[in-house]
């Protein structure tokens, strides 16, 4: 024989089992027809809509979850990708030092992109969620075990109401009557009836209120998810506008690099030239002298070069160059302005033309050559 657990009496587990003996015949009476069921129409539609609200909070607390899971690994998959950068960066690249300062405030960079700050942003934003949203959904939806189990537990008492109502009813309606047996039905009856009340007065309080929350922690959980990833979506913004500005200067970089390369190349093969026709050159005469000398410069230009590369302008204050054009030197007009190796100019054809010197700009100075 099982042994009886602690606390449990054998009467009271012949008690239980005698309930649910008699749970289970009213059930199977009410099915066939021989006995009337009671029904609320109202508490059926308010459990209806709790099994509903249920389900939905809780799918919305696994996506949640799922969404929380994802940005992990989102982090995870962007810092394994900063990483690859800032390894491969070589040490002559623009930016290399912000690169490599993880945890530096660089200050007196042009640019800064700060990865342990972005590693930051990333552990805030999943925490940020994790406390308003997920904590938010997990505090809602704790409430729903207790309601369901005392759901339950008045159906369970409904049915004992039902029987003791069927039961004394046929003792009043026995041809011999026990007065005492009905006596001790209605008593039974009148406690089960008070029983089932109090959890029928309790829970049509609760669904309703339960039911009318669910708005608040929908906006409250949607409001605090949607402002945690503004707020995080504006700072990862910049960060990506940084690393960008870095690219380009990369970029920048290399074709200054490239073309200086060419320049030089270019140099090379003049100087050669220059010597093997070193002879000529001397013995020619003082006519020969071109419109290039700075003696027949137009007034107010420095000295003519001559593009060696083509250079695509990337600013508006910025002057095209086609090679072989050639170009009037100017001055800037505020010397504090002018970077190092970039010039002050106006393609010589076009002041031929117009004779005014507004379609000057600014041009690198190792994609030319002076003449």
């Not at 504090?336 to 600014?362: C, T």
């Amino acid at each position: 024989m099982a042994e009886i657990g602690k606390g449990v009496t054998a009467g009271k587990l012949a008690i239980n089992v005698q309930k649910r003996l008699t749970r289970a015949q009213e059930k199977v009476l009410q099915k066939l027809g021989k006995a009337d069921e009671t029904r609320d129409v109202v508490f059926e539609e308010m459990v209806a809509n709790f099994n509903k609200q249920m389900g939905e909070g809780t799918k919305l607390q696994k996506d949640l979850k799922a969404y929380l899971a994802a940005v992990k690994t989102m982090h995870d998959a962007s810092r394994r990708l900063q990483d690859c950068l800032a390894d491969m960066y070589e040490p002559d690249w623009f930016g290399k030092e912000e690169m490599d300062a993880l945890a530096e405030e660089l200050i007196e960079k042009e640019m800064d992109i700060n990865l342990e700050d972005t590693d930051t942003m990333w552990l805030d934003y999943h925490q940020s969620i994790t406390d308003k949203s997920l904590q938010n959904m997990d505090m809602y939806l704790s409430q729903f075990p207790d309601i369901k189990a005392r759901i339950a537990k008045r159906d369970r008492k409904l049915v004992d109401f039902d029987s003791a109502r069927h039961h004394f009813t046929s003792l009043q309606k026995g041809k011999k009557k026990d007065e005492a047996k009905i006596a001790k039905a209605e008593e039974d009856l009148g406690r089960a009836q008070k029983i089932f009340e109090e959890l029928n007065v309790e829970l049509q309080d609760e669904l309703p209120a339960l039911w009318d929350r669910r708005v608040g922690v929908y906006v409250n959980t949607f409001q605090s998810l949607a402002g945690h990833r503004e707020k995080f979506h504006k700072e990862m913004s910049k960060l990506s506008e940084n690393l960008n500005d870095i690219m380009t200067k990369l970029e920048e970089q290399r074709q200054i690099k490239k073309g200086a390369t060419a320049a030089s190349k270019t140099e090379d093969c003049a100087k050669s030239e220059g010597a093997n026709h070193s002879e000529s050159a001397s013995s020619a005469p003082k006519s020969a002298v071109t419109n290039g000398s700075d003696g027949e410069l137009p007034p107010g230009f420095l000295y003519k070069v001559k593009a060696v590369h083509d250079y695509a302008a990337t600013d508006g204050d910025e002057l095209e160059l086609k090679m072989g054009d050639l170009v009037l030197v100017l001055a800037f007009d505020n010397p504090d302005e002018q970077d190092d190796g970039w010039l002050m100019g106006l393609k010589e054809s076009h002041w031929f033309q117009k004779k005014d010197i507004s379609a000057k700009g600014v041009f690198p100075e190792n994609f030319t050559q002076r003449v």
